[in-house]
């Protein structure tokens, strides 16, 4: 059994002056590790990708190669961390492609972003569906994942001056919707 | 002020409701083994079929003389992406590596000359999706200018050129439905423009290349809907460049694509679909790379991928090594070779192979943990330059050359990126 005592990756986190969320239990096999990281990772992805089947489909992709090389993830500093890069680089190869795809008539992310249209009495969900995709990330990586906008820019594939622009104007909304409803 | 962090917790819990099973997951990996299983099985076969044809053959592999290694002449031209807030830039090197400099900004395709001195590329404007007009720009970055500043479709997404350099075909989109859609050419000042394909339904095109002799074009025609997981398949075609002449390539129960799966599970696929199929150079067969399954099959990515060799009028199909995870197919321009990756079982590896089947051998390794994959011809068949990957990180690849032996396997760049395309000019711009 391998131990594991490292916490989320929370590169210079000095911008959210907070400790990073759910350090890691020890002596967590692969499927335990599982357990404990599927539903933040989830949540995560759904609000990222804001389509419940896609965010299924890179969980399941991210945690696979997680698995295929668990000796070696097992013993780094930051598990965890590893496994949300591996889920936002899948997430951003897939981008990637679609944008390519995109350009020849085709479509290959979802079309529907749920969570802005989602019909729900939750305020939480209706708050962060008044935000474009790339705000949601850039909010779910830093203020969430509490990563920095220099380790967020590298997650996201743009520049940390862009992630503090859309986390500035996401920020913004929330702001005005905040307003708005009480 | 809101708690962003809070924020996004709560919006979890009302989300989330099932979370993904440890089964699911577990299925999910079954069907990636099963695949790895297959790869496995038909790499020993390739890498015994080798052994043994050069056996027969009397084949001998010459290691070259250290201190002189063999160097093709020309220039590499590539596309290189850092960080998708910047987009691609697109650089010349020479096959030394040595040279580089910056040729343009804004684009990620391109076609080079047949004469090697300047590239066809997509003028994109960033403020109007999916808007393009054919460009091209000298290789020494001199005298950019439009094709076209004007064209009665939404968009004409260049493609490649004829073999004379007197015209080239591109793609156009137009509004769903509308006849204006499908393979076009035009003169190399961008005029007489001629409708060559009308896709059905969604359908759309794609040219990969004119044939040798100028009379034919090869291109993927894509298949409208996408299946569940939302990945992209096509069947290939060849049809006359007066539009006569349609006639499809990969036989049925075959199909094309898709591009983003990658093979076997290997972790990163984003292999050029115009490198899946070529000429042969005397224009009369083509090489290509295909699931050997039905399109909603291929989709799921659980299937075999075969590289095939047909005749161009369609006939005779047939796959010259055993179906593996077989990701593009590049048929030598000069020579007796066809290029190909495969994945072996995780991470891909480039292989060569005579068109009838034999002297098939490996020219990478991935057994240092990295992938290699995308496999382009230097103009005089000597040599190649390839993708590879020695990390998990997507966008940590770096182009790589060797010689068609085997000898001077060389990195060409120093720089992890994603290198979307590349291509080789016979054309010398370093001094």
Known sequence: ?182 | MIDERDLVERAIEALVKDEPSFDGLLRRRERKQRNQRVAAGVVAVVVAAAVAGAAALGYVRSPKPVGSVHRPQGTIVFSRQTDASQGDFVFTVEPGGSARRLLKKGFDMFSVSPDGSQLLFPNVNENRTNWALPAVVSLDGSHPHLLRRHVPMTTLWPDAWSPDGTRFVGNARAPLGSSAAGLYTANSHGTDLFQVTSPPGRGNDLAIAYSPDGSKILFLRFIGAQGDQGHAVADLFTVNVDGTGLVRLNPPGTILGPWDLGGAGAPFAPVLDRRTASWSPDGRRVTFAAAIATPSEAESGTVERGLFVVNADGRNAHRIVAPGQILDAQWAPVGDWIAFSQADPDLPDIFVVHPDGTGARSLSSSSAGAGSWGPVWAPDGSALVFTRNGSDYQFASELWFVNVDGSGLTQLTHTPAEYFSYEWSSFRTAS
Not at chain 1, 36 to 50: D, H, K, N, S
Request: overall charge neutral.
């Open chain 1, 1 to 182: 059994m391998r131990v594991m005592n490292g916490p989320l990756r929370a590169v210079g986190n000095h911008e959210t002056k907070r400790e990073p969320v759910h350090p890691l239990p020890v002596e967590l096999s692969f499927d335990e590790f599982f357990e404990v990281e599927r539903g933040r990772l989830f949540g995560a992805l759904i609000i990222v990708t804001g389509n419940r089947a896609e965010a299924e489909e890179l969980l399941q992709d991210a945690f696979l190669k997680v698995w295929e090389r668990w000796e070696r993830v097992a013993v780094m500093d930051e598990p965890v961390g590893f496994l949300y890069r591996t889920a936002l680089n899948l997430h951003r190869k897939r981008i990637r492609r679609a944008a390519v795809a995109l350009r020849k008539g085709m479509d290959l992310l979802p079309d529907a972003d749920e969570l802005a249209v989602v019909e729900t009495r939750d305020e939480a969900v209706r708050l962060l569906g008044r935000l474009t995709p790339r705000e949601r990330a850039a909010i779910v990586v830093t203020a969430y994942l509490g990563y920095s906008s220099e380790e967020a820019g590298r997650l996201l594939g743009i520049s940390a001056q862009t992630v503090r622009v859309l986390t500035s104007r996401a920020r913004a909304t929330l702001r005005a919707a905040g307003e708005e409803s009480s």
